[in-house]
């Protein structure tokens, strides 16, 4: 792209940095307090409450209302945006909401959405602080067996960096009418006195309705899928009406998934959910041992969404020349991440599992168990 091109993509917006009225440095939220705080001088301000308690928590909101859905590329688009502290100039992608200036330290927290985007109606602040992350890591990494005593005791969490990631709710009454085959089990014995199994299989119809509750779909694909799945799941219903002010002193980026592309992947996840559930409903329902041939098809019907910010603590920790990436939790404090493995454990463990399965067969060859 052309610099005269580029140019184009440049807008310069405005950003909010909270300052501390005793010393000017930059407040930001603390999780201990839950108060907005100064780290030098330590004067405290009460995060800004909603008028009514109703007005506490995240609304949901009709889908068939959204009037914009369509998903955004990372990195496509760029803004500028000026520092009231220091003056400096920097560019940001157009996705990013909360960031700290890389001059002076200042929080730099933007508009949280563009015109042709939804803003976001909900927020869990960060409950677990650096300090509790750090902890659970080290933890964290005590408990994996297979990796090597070494890291175990030298690994160090390089700088945590607080990021809220932008997340999907939705919800929706569902109904499905399917069709499948059960079997039930019985023993035959033969005239040589064996005995073998064998399936009574009948056909089975039917309508399976379930309510889908704050169904999480990730609106962004910046980071480590698998991680992230490890640190799941967060108490979305506890989700508070979005405050710029939880923002202060952490990273933030708008969605690139849209509400349309997240609402297809949530019918998709939904889907192989309710399957299993039909599964176990004909099972239970007619006291089956098996099922196949299972069809389905499902309606949604009152489908709500919520469009909320969720925190995590990002870090990694370095052994021999290899980076291993990991998560906290913010809310809950629950850990996920790559970890070295020790040769020697997994060869130990594989030594192990042989020895007991040549015992377990010994005694079946002599008759000790059947």
Known sequence: MSYERQEEYLKEVDEHDAKCPSCGASIQFNPASGKLSCPYCGHEEEVVQPASPEEQFAEELDFNQAEAQKSFEWGKDKKVVICDACAAEMIYDVLEVANVCPYCGSNHVMEAAA??????NGIIPFAVTKEQANSNFRQWIKRKWFAPNEAKRSAKADAFSGVYLPYWTFDSKTKSNYTARYGKNRTVTDKDGKTRTETDWYFTSGTYERFIDDHLVRASKRYNDKILKQVEPFGTNQSLTFNKDFLHGYVAERYSVGLKEGWEQAKGEIHNQLRREIDRHIRNRHHADKVSNLQFSTVHSKVKYKYIMLPLWLSSFKYKDKIYQFMVNGQTGKV?????????????????GLIAAGIVYYLYQEGYIG
């Open 115 to 120: 015109e042709n985007s939804l803003e976001p």
């Open 336 to 352: 996920g991440g790559e970890s070295p493995i020790s040769p020697i454990k997994v060869a130990f463990a594989v030594l192990l």
